[in-house]
Every structure is written in structure tokens, then in C-alpha cells.
């Protein structure tokens, strides 16, 4: 699978330090920022927006929608590898032209929602976050596959950009979630949202001061011996795209946990809560939504292969853009694909895990100023400062060292929660926790960000990147769906045991009073539920150390990488 080359040697502190001035490296902090900033912009802050204007937390609700399109960005990613833009490609090569009209629009979009009146104009305010959405998670694909291709092979290069992206992107939604709140009060929310999509020209200057890239050559479609039929073919798109479009729905709802597209199907309002109650419960919902997932990548990948014994050319053209790139993948890899793919989908589930932790903070009793003070600064600057750290160990020690290190501080660092738990409501034990936990979380998701990155094929980058960052994230957030659970049953099972008073023996008695007299324990119990529960998200993380070590006894990604198989042109 590999030469054995050697690997190359290590860097000075001062020669990685240097790496990260250089031109590119500011680019890339510079589109990561715009990468950043529409989500939070059209889902996070447009929410309190909304709610501001005292509009029902129904109608807010029907905004997560949004997110449906940044889930399933690997739809559409194969597109914007065969599509060019006409002029802005000539003017600009093809990724920078694909960044630079996302970003256009994304401007555009935010400019249009700052002359919007929620109360009145509600329905057209949803369909441009709907716009800024589609757009943003287009910047995503096409500057995740230009950072990809302008660090080539050098698993250095791929590390000191990937770290340069998160910064920026760490940057952006601690800017579009706190200055719109502070300007909204005094100069109004329609000068908020005018002012963000002028912070979108920093995308804009990043665009056109990065360096000229390579050609992009676009594979041409091989045809075969299939004829044209306009009218059959007419036909067969038709019924292709239906097909798609049905498995983007099943994708969207299982990804998310929201069901409100399938809302028209029902036959009455009380069926269709009905249903989306089951779906969305912690309980249950994690065995509707894993069909889900499931059935709507088969339906998707039925939709782009060929028909059974009679080549077509819609057939061709759907499998040579959509399976072809996936396909590259696991011939180039072999054996071990799948065991990279298990890696990668697992690395970070001790971190998706963590979504009860906004209840858990207070649940401490803690007040929500202090949770926005120590989340919002102290959590930013550990979490910057975990990146960098990710950056400068992968630059000096390799990807190799980097995977296996990243994966042991992101899934022991949950265990500073446990400690926490026991510590109750004490702000320096919440703050060094919180802080443990950010900067771990910044160098495990910089690693993985440079390995997925080191593992494209050339010429599939926007596809083979966007498929490994929405599936990477899926098993955490199916196993999120029971975390909350999970805590309750441990409390509920630790509830008048003798071990659980020793561990909590000097927890100040505001810490888990009212959450536990609801759930019917002692405080005690409750912090012994969440002691336990972070204990088993940290043995989560063990299976990731065992898969990283796997794959590198099979692959050594600071070696050469393996020689990529021709591809048709």
C-alpha cells in the first residue's frame, strides 16, 4: 500500500512558526472566517432576532430547516467540480469563481434580511436564510476543495492550512453571535445583519489575494455505446431526480431529527405531531432516524447508477460525477477504506456525545450570565488556542503521531467534565473543565480536518471532502439522541448508593437541587449520573485511540501516499 519513504524530518519551533505567516496561510484564515459566519447568522441569531419580535417558537422552529443544506452539501459537490462559471472561471480559476459568486450571494442574502420586518414579511425572510444557506454550504465545498488542492501531497501543508481555516472559522460565529446582539439594541437588527454582510468582504479580499490556482481540468463523460434519446432520457432525468429527491428528504429528516418536510403527507395536524413527537424523543428517536439516514443514501445511490442491462446517458453521467469519486476512494485505499472511514466517523463521537452539556452547566446552578462569560470569551480563547497547538504538533511530529494524540486528549478531556461534576457550582473548576475540553476539542478536530484532507484523490476533492464531513459527525449525533437518557438512568440507578456520597461529600448544595427534586433523586445522584455519563463518553473515545492506531500500523499517512489508479477521462 505505501513506499517506504522516509519521513521528513522534524521542523524548529521557529521554522513551524514561520509556516503560518506565509501568504496562503492568511487566505485561508480569511475564508475560513466567511466559511463561518452565514450558519450562525440565518439559525443561532436570526432565532433570537425572531423571537425578539415575540414571533411563536413554531414559526422559529421551521428555520432549522436550514441547516437540512448544509447536512447534505455532498449532493450537490460533484456539480461544482464538473460545472464551470462562464467569464468568472476564465477571470478567476475555477474554485476561486465558485467561492467568489457564493459569496456575492451570501452578501446579498444578508443585505436583503436587514430590510426585512420579521412580523410582516416572515415567509420571504425563510426563503433568503433558505438562499444564504445553499450558498454557504457551497463556499464550504469549493474552499475546503481549494485549501485541499493548493496544499497538494505535503501532509505539512495540509496541516498548517486546515489549522489556518479553523481559526478563521472559529473567529466568525463568536463575532455573528455576539455583535449583532450588541448592536441590535441601540442601532437595530436590520443594521446588525447590514453590517455582517459587510464582514463578508473579508471572504471577498481573502478571494482575491490567494494565489493563482492550478488549472482544474474536468473529466469528460464517456458515453459508451449509449445513443441519445432526448425524449426517454427527458423521461428517465424525471424520474432520477424524483428518486433524489426523496432520498434528500430522508437524509435531511434522519440528519437533523426534523420531519416538517414530510408534514404534507399526513392526513390531519394531531398525526403528523404525532410522528414528530416519536422522532424527535430521545427514546425512540434514533431508531427512525438511523433508517432514515440509511435508507435515503441507498434510495440516492440506486438514483445515480446505471439501468440493469441498458446504458443510457443520463445513467453514465450520474454515475461518472456522483459514484465514480466514491469509487476512486476505495480503489486507491483497498482493504483499509473502510477501516479509515470507521476511524473517521468515530474520532469525534465523544465530543457529538456532549449535548447535554448547556443543561448540565446549569444544572450546576450556575446563572446564564456566567455560562455566556465563561462559553463565549474563555471557551473561545482555549478553543483557539487548541487549534494552534493541533496545527504546530501535525507541522512538527507528522499526521502520524498528531491522529493518535488528538484522539487520546479529545476523548480524555471529557473526563475534566467528570471532575466537574463533582466540584458542583465552583466557576474556576467550570472554567478550567470548559477550557480543558475546548482546547482538546481544537486540536482532535484540526487533526482530523488535515487527515481527511491528506486522503482526497485528485480531481474529486469537493465530493470525497464534503461525503467524509457529513458522515463523520453522523454516529455522535445518532448516539446524542440518547445522552440525556443516559444521564437519567445513571441518576436514577445511583440513587442511594453508598460510593455516590464520597464523590460528592463537599458538592455546594445549589448544584443539582431543583433538576433532581423533578426527577424524583437526591442532587447527589443526579451528579453521579453525570460522572458516570462523561466517564462513558471518555471510554467512547478509546474505541477512536484503537481505530487510529489500526489504520496507521496499515497505513502510514507521513509516508507516500498510495499511487492513484487511472480513472476514465
Not at 452547566?361 to 446563572?367: A, I, N, Q, R
Not at 482530523?448 to 486522503?455: G, H, K, Q, T, V
Not at 484523490?457 to 446524542?480: E, R
Request: hydrophobic share 55%; net charge neutral; aromatic share 12%.
Amino acid at each position: 500500500m505505501t513506499d517506504k519513504t522516509s519521513a521528513a524530518p522534524k521542523r524548529s519551533f521557529k521554522e513551524v512558526l514561520k509556516i503560518f505567516f506565509q501568504r496562503r496561510t492568511l487566505v485561508m484564515i480569511g475564508l475560513g472566517f466567511a466559511s463561518g459566519l452565514p450558519l450562525s447568522l440565518i439559525f443561532d441569531t436570526l432565532s433570537i432576532w425572531l423571537r425578539s419580535v415575540d414571533l411563536s417558537l413554531t414559526a422559529i422552529s421551521y428555520f432549522s430547516l436550514v441547516t437540512f443544506v448544509y447536512s447534505l452539501k455532498f449532493v450537490w459537490a460533484p456539480v461544482l467540480d464538473r460545472i464551470s462559471i462562464p467569464g468568472l472561471t476564465y477571470l478567476m480559476g475555477h474554485r476561486r469563481g465558485w467561492i467568489l459568486l457564493s459569496q456575492v450571494v451570501i452578501m446579498f442574502g444578508l443585505w436583503a434580511i436587514s430590510t426585512l420586518n420579521p412580523q410582516t414579511q416572515l415567509p420571504l425572510m425563510a426563503l433568503v436564510a433558505i438562499l444564504i444557506g445553499f450558498a454557504g454550504a457551497t463556499q464550504d465545498v469549493v474552499i475546503d476543495a481549494w485549501r485541499i488542492e493548493t496544499a497538494g501531497d505535503s501532509t505539512d501543508n495540509q496541516a498548517v492550512l486546515a489549522t489556518a481555516t479553523a481559526w478563521g472559522a472559529r473567529i466568525a460565529p463568536f463575532v455573528s453571535g455576539i455583535v449583532p446582539l450588541l448592536l441590535a439594541d441601540t442601532l437595530g437588527w436590520g443594521f446588525a445583519y447590514a453590517l455582517m454582510a459587510a464582514l463578508m468582504g473579508i471572504g471577498v479580499l481573502a478571494v482575491l489575494f490567494a494565489p493563482k490556482e492550478a488549472e482544474h481540468k474536468v473529466r469528460s463523460i464517456d458515453y459508451g455505446d449509449a445513443e441519445a434519446r432526448p425524449g426517454l432520457e427527458a423521461l428517465e432525468w424525471g424520474g432520477r431526480l424524483l428518486v433524489m429527491l426523496i432520498a434528500i428528504c430522508l437524509l435531511g429528516a434522519g440528519l437533523t431529527a426534523n420531519v416538517d418536510l414530510f408534514k404534507g403527507l399526513f392526513p390531519s395536524e394531531s398525526a403528523f405531531e404525532a410522528v414528530k413527537t416519536v422522532w424527535t424523543a430521545r427514546e425512540t428517536g434514533i431508531f427512525l432516524q438511523l433508517p432514515a439516514v440509511l435508507l435515503g443514501l441507498t434510495l440516492l445511490v440506486m438514483a445515480c447508477l446505471p439501468l440493469p442491462g441498458t446504458p443510457t446517458r443520463p445513467g453514465a453521467y450520474l454515475r461518472q460525477t456522483f459514484v465514480v469519486p466514491i469509487v476512486a476512494f476505495f480503489e486507491r485505499y483497498e482493504n483499509i477504506a473502510w477501516l479509515i472511514l470507521a476511524m473517521i466517523c468515530i474520532y469525534r463521537v465523544s465530543d457529538f456525545v456532549l449535548n447535554v452539556n448547556g443543561a448540565f452547566y446549569v444544572d450546576l446552578g450556575f446563572d446564564l450570565p456566567v455560562i455566556a462569560e465563561v462559553r463565549k470569551i474563555f471557551g473561545v480563547i482555549m478553543t483557539m488556542a487548541g487549534v494552534a497547538l493541533g496545527g504546530i504538533v501535525m507541522t512538527r511530529f507528522g499526521i502520524k503521531f498528531s491522529l493518535i494524540f488528538g484522539a487520546i486528549v479529545g476523548s480524555l478531556s471529557n473526563l475534566a467534565y467528570a471532575w466537574l461534576a463533582t466540584k458542583g457550582n465552583d466557576v474556576m473548576a467550570f472554567s478550567i473543565a470548559l477550557g480543558i475540553d475546548n482546547a482538546s476539542g481544537g486540536v482532535a478536530g484540526t487533526v482530523l480536518i488535515a487527515y481527511m484532507s491528506s486522503l482526497i484523490s485528485k480531481g474529486y476533492a469537493a465530493q470525497q471532502y464534503a461525503l467524509f464531513t457529513s458522515l463523520y459527525a453522523l454516529p455522535g449525533k445518532l448516539l446524542a439522541s440518547q445522552s440525556g437518557k443516559i444521564v437519567e438512568e445513571s441518576a436514577k440507578a445511583s440513587d442511594g448508593q453508598s460510593w455516590v456520597s464520597g464523590f460528592f461529600a463537599n458538592t455546594p448544595a445549589i448544584a443539582y437541587a431543583k433538576p433532581a427534586e423533578t426527577l424524583g433523586v437526591s442532587p447527589h445522584a443526579l451528579g453521579a449520573g453525570y460522572m458516570l455519563f462523561f466517564t462513558y463518553t471518555a471510554l467512547i473515545g478509546v474505541v477512536a485511540i484503537i481505530l487510529a492506531v489500526w489504520v496507521i500500523r496499515a497505513y502510514d499517512p507521513d509516508m507516500k501516499k498510495p499511487a492513484e489508479k487511472p480513472q476514465p477521462v
